[in-house]
């Protein structure tokens, strides 16, 4: 809050403004010094217009770039990159609602190009949750509400298939899957097929701390983070990218 609305509220409301500070506090102390990340703060996030600025921040992607959008969800970062950078995108989105609409959206753009597919571990059809643009594999309201059966695909024979040899940029919002798929490029030491890496790691997963720690562990052997907004978003870059 700026000083001006601190001010504001401290006169016409201290009650609420004590209530503010206090979870400020609250969540400093869990989140800093007890490292509990079961909740995250995306205040820094909004105030830094992550979502305009950063996540679209890629000077060395070109007309000839490989971009893979894992969530593609209704495209829309999808379009913002290939508007910017005029890159190619692989858009990956099970969910068949969505990717039929991504489908209509880009039927004019040979450059996104969307499939009816999950990247994973392995080659598979799973429960997938309907839940919009949090729908996931793994999230835990599978079995308590509405679910839809997805395919996903092992990322490394897809990319086999696309005839796609290295990556660009890869944007993974897919719901607690970025644990298997990370994990399997890492264990395949393929890390370094990609020079950008803009993830999005999801909390609600059993052993998110430690399942990241080794991700993380594992990209700073070839990669640098450049920005991170924890457990929201954050981006690792290539070492030798500059």
Not at 2 to 22: C, E, G, M, Q, S
Not at 151 to 171: A, D, G, P, T
């Amino acid at each position: 809050m700026k000083f001006r609305d601190i001010f504001i509220l401290a006169i016409t409301n201290p009650i609420l403004l004590l209530r503010k500070f206090l979870n400020r506090i609250k969540y400093v102390y869990l989140f800093h010094i007890k490292k509990d990340f079961s909740k995250t703060d995306p205040t820094g996030w909004w105030r830094d217009k992550g979502d305009e600025t950063l996540r679209l921040n890629y000077p060395s992607l070109n007309s000839n770039s490989i971009v893979f959008d894992l969530g593609g969800y209704e495209g829309d970062f999808a379009y913002k990159i290939n508007n910017m950078y005029d890159c190619t995108v692989y858009l990956f989105e099970p969910h068949p609602l969505f990717y039929k609409k991504c489908v209509t959206r880009f039927k004019e753009n040979p450059k996104v190009i969307p499939f009816n597919i999950g990247l994973s571990d392995e080659d598979g059809i799973f429960e997938l949750s309907d839940s919009k643009d949090g729908s996931s594999f793994l999230h835990k309201k599978i079995g308590s509400g509405s679910s839809i059966k997805c395919q996903v695909r092992e990322f490394f024979k897809v990319m086999e298939e696309l005839k796609v040899s290295h990556i660009h940029l890869i944007k993974l919002n897919i719901e607690g899957s970025e644990y298997q798929l990370l994990e399997h490029m890492a264990k395949n030491n393929m890390l370094h097929i990609v020079d950008d890496y803009q993830i999005q790691f999801h909390n609600f997963i059993d052993g998110a701390v430690e399942r990241r720690d080794f991700i993380v562990n594992s990209l700073s052997e070839s990669h640098h983070r450049t920005w991170c907004y924890l457990f929201f978003w954050e981006n690792w870059e290539i070492n030798s990218i500059r």
